[in-house]
């Protein structure tokens, strides 16, 4: 985080998981409200994949990068209700929200260990999200129908405007076990799993729901995704699996000299084609070719 780093047990995520669930409920989402993340890949947005899609409703992503117009476009379009987002990205998110005609509510999560807004136009609520989560009891989870839509995604990768994307908790618990198997990631209770690739980029490639599924440490890199500071968090934290785009690894490949990644056992990476030369410079210099993944949003 921009504070420092900080470790929770899956038992103490489990826990505010639950919380948070109770929290929708107080705030009044519908049953199947869209549950929109404005966010970093940090351990509050893993609860925020969970506590919607558990109760019934539906996570909602969304694309930190897309152009102001766009973001107005899908928020509106999903009719989110709620927007979850990183106190360090308020200033992107609130000049937006006169345009959102459906959101009555946006909970800051405090990143930065500095002052959260409070207010909001056209009448949004503003709320803290640790506020929130402290106050609430836990409640437990039960989903009839494995067909209900979980989570939703927007894909721009079309002509004309993004068109959503549903998947529901049968297909990612089915990409889940597609991630453990031996001859894909072989996602296991030994890895450490660092997800470079956003969590609002087609689910986090699946290492998120994984590592969950698997138990496996999961290593969330927040904001800062500079090289330097990657190989800070292989190096001190001994990640087995890294996973990210190819303009991430040019520059991670062109800081190796001197470090020690040899607890690297695959470094996944999609988005866009893996040039020739970044691959064979992995592997001259961490014995590790890139592994080439393919998929798209809508798969």
Known sequence: ????????????????????????????ISADGRVATFGWNTSRHLELYFAPACTGRVAHTLNLRLF????????????????????????????????FTTVRHVVVMNDTGGDLPTEAPNGIEVHDYEALVTAAAPREFHIDDENLAAAMMYTSGTTGNPKGVIYTHRSIVLHTFGVMMADSLGANERDTIMPVVPMFHAN???????????????VMPGPDLSPGALLDLIETERVTVAAGVPTIWMGVLAELDGRDTSSL???????????????????????????????MTET
């Open 204 to 218: 986090a490639w699946g290492l998120a729901h994984a590592g969950v599924a698997t138990g496996a440490t999961l």
């Open 265 to 295: 056992r695959s470094i996944p990476c999609g988005g866009s084609a893996v040039p020739t030369a970044l691959s064979e410079g992995f592997r001259a210099k961490t014995g590790l070719p890139i592994f080439q993944a393919w998929g």
């Open 68 to 99: 102001p117009e766009q973001l107005t476009y899908i928020v509106n379009h999903a009719e989110d209700e709620v927007i979850f987002v990183d106190n360090s990205l308020t200033k992107l998110l609130w000049p937006q929200l006169p345009t």
């Open 1 to 28: 985080t921009p504070t420092g780093r900080e470790r929770i047990s899956y038992g103490a995520w489990a826990a505010r998981t639950r919380q948070l669930a109770t929290v929708l409920d107080d705030l009044g």
